[in-house]
């Protein structure tokens, strides 16, 4: 007699993840950074050729491993790295002009203030900062688990270490999350939503960084550029530390002519 009661259930259809609406929606649901509808639902995670493991735990390493730098790449040699990692030419364009419109608000910033400025680092760790979402990405342009999108910062800081890029590069590469993530908002000990990142601070550490966190606020690759305000306020209604950051930022760079980014790239403003 066949014993039923030993028959494991069939396991119940994974929820669907809810459809995102609006850019800041995309930045904190948890905090993704892409401006492209994701529907997928999160199933058992993906699996990365870069060696990290992703299910419903995430096992990283994040000791990246130092070679000697090869210097700041110019316009050519960060183009010729997108290019190789890229999964088709529609996503290379989305990631790539994204990075160029990123750059140019940067340059702005760095012009707002008397501190020195590394223009050169600044601008490649612009135009190379989302390399790491080449991994996430389908060759359409859709990403099927979204949910481990952050972690696209500390993939893109390996691989451009590997590539022997400096280390002030791939450093500022790492903690371009939002504003930088500390640990206490990593855990969620800090009220709010735990992230899928490794339990430690991602807090940007040199101008360049801090530079380039504020510049990405600016454009989502839907494509689109953010109205500050709004973002803003979002920022401050999901992830409170957040919002202080960036109101800081905004005192402390002023806000880059978004009316003149849009008729050069023509991405509307929302």
Partial sequence: MNDTSLTPAPAPAPAPAPKLETA???????????AIELETAIDTGIALDTGIALDTGIALDTGIAKRSAIGVPDDKVVRALHTRYAPSEQVLDLVLTHGHVVADVADWCAGQVEQPVDRALLRAACLLHDIGTYVLYLEDGSIPNPRVYPLHALIGARLLA???????LWQAVETHVLMGLSCAEITGDNGGTPWPLPHRDYLPRTIEAEILCYADRFHSKGPQLNDPERFAADLERRAPEQGRRFRAAI??????DLD???ATYGHPIA
């Fill in 24 to 34: 800041i929606e995309l930045e904190t649901a948890p905090e993704l950074e892409t």
């Fill in 162 to 168: 590997d590539e022997g890029l400096p280390e002030p």
């Fill in 251 to 256: 005192a402390r760079f002023g806000l880059p």
């Fill in 260 to 262: 003149a980014l849009a």
